[in-house]
């Protein structure tokens, strides 16, 4: 299992210390980071400033939303990026929820698993660079068909030439289908709340999808699992748990609408439906630390490490058993080295994820 970290979303600004985490995992041998978006910074200009001082690390976007660019705008960014960093960038999507897409993006959020795939069948024609692009839609129709504008769209090919034509697309998914179809049409999956005792069942959704992959995608051996883990190294468990309580309230709370919130949906399925039925009636109240303090210390061991070092090292066997192939960590400087040390690497403490 491999070590990347996730710096998450920004809150009024940039956080602190994420630009010598990068210098630091990038000297000390981590296999990636990856920034994310929502509806405050970008994911593509974080990356690119901080990857700029680096040579080695992956960098990844974790994700990208697809309803805030075309296909073919996220395709220039993405060969951009790759060429910038000489072949190290992974670009991974997402879909957001209805809240976000619509009230954000101003864009309809019918059909994400059709949109999706058309989506990355436009940003793989970009990327191959073989025939200008085109497509049927009906998301993303290209060129605007007739009726739709002024008639005068032409099928174009990118005007620069791809660093890689098999650059890897990861798709960020968290219900059933959205898992299999990664599987599908993807070179790796992203999940958000990934748990040890579903792995069976995620591995049989993986399955199903790799059934259906085409032979020209890549290997289903080189295919990625790459988790966002939230780690908390403390003396105390529910002190530990406390760090992390607040981020489970907002998923669950306040990252989708009552009846459409597909975090939610996640953690449903592990079996938490009425802790999540509390967390979510205070956090729509406005009371966020009941919220949080209704999240129960079983949710949060079930999708993050907390606790002492012997505590994470022994519930990490756990992890290194599923089909995760990278651990994104979400925590300070004593998580990244913590873990570091356990999975053979050895970032510095300067390695802070801020």
């Known amino acids: 299992m491999r070590l990347g970290i996730h710096t998450g979303y920004w809150s009024a600004g940039p956080p602190e210390g994420v630009a010598e985490a990068v210098v630091a995992a990038d ?20 990356l690119a400033w901080w990857g700029a001082r680096t040579s080695r690390i992956r960098l990844g976007t974790a994700v990208a939303q697809i309803s805030a660019r075309t296909p073919t705008a996220t395709a220039m960014a993405a060969l951009t990026m790759d060429h910038l960093s000489g072949g190290r ?17 101003g864009q309809p959020y019918a059909r994400p698993l059709a ?13 191959a660079r073989e025939a200008p692009v085109t497509s049927a839609g009906p ?38 289908k959205n898992i299999a179809l990664a599987a599908e049409i993807a070179d790796g999956w992203l999940p958000l709340f990934y748990s040890p005792r579903m792995d069976d069942e995620f591995r049989g959704l993986l399955a199903d999808g790799f059934a259906r992959r085409a032979p020209e995608r890549s290997a289903v051996a080189d295919f990625e699992v790459s988790a966002t883990v939230p780690v908390v190294v403390d003396e105390h468990v529910e002190r530990a748990a406390d760090k992390v309580r607040p981020f489970l309230a907002l998923y669950v709370g306040g990252m989708g609408a009552k009846g459409a919130n597909f975090h939610r949906d996640a953690l449903d399925r592990l079996g938490y439906s009425a802790a999540c039925d509390e ?58 080295t913590t873990l570091a040390g356990m999975l053979g690497g050895a970032p510095s403490p300067a390695a802070t994820t801020g």
């Not at 000297?27 to 974080?46: I, K, M, N, Q």
């Not at 999240?295 to 606790?307: I, S």
């Open 27 to 46: 000297r000390l041998g981590a296999d990636s980071v990856w920034t994310a978006e929502a509806y405050g910074s970008d994911a593509f200009s974080p």
């Open 89 to 105: 960038f992974v670009l991974g999507l997402g879909v957001s929820g209805p809240q976000v897409v619509e009230g954000w993006y």
């Open 115 to 127: 949109r999706t795939r058309e989506y990355v069948d436009v940003v793989r024609q970009v990327l």
């Open 139 to 176: 998301h993303y129709p290209l060129p605007l068909p007739d009726g739709a504008g002024t008639g005068l769209g032409k099928a174009l090919r990118s005007t620069v030439h791809p660093l890689r034509a098999d650059l890897p697309i990861h798709l960020a998914a968290e219900g059933p």
């Open 279 to 336: 967390i979510q009636a205070h956090y729509l109240a406005g009371r966020k630390d009941l919220a949080a303090a209704a999240v129960p210390t079983e949710m949060v061991e079930d999708v993050a490490l907390v606790g002492p070092s012997e505590k994470i090292a022994q519930d990490l066997r756990a992890w290194q058993d599923t089909a995760v192939t990278t651990l994104l960590v979400q925590g300070d400087a004593t998580a990244v």
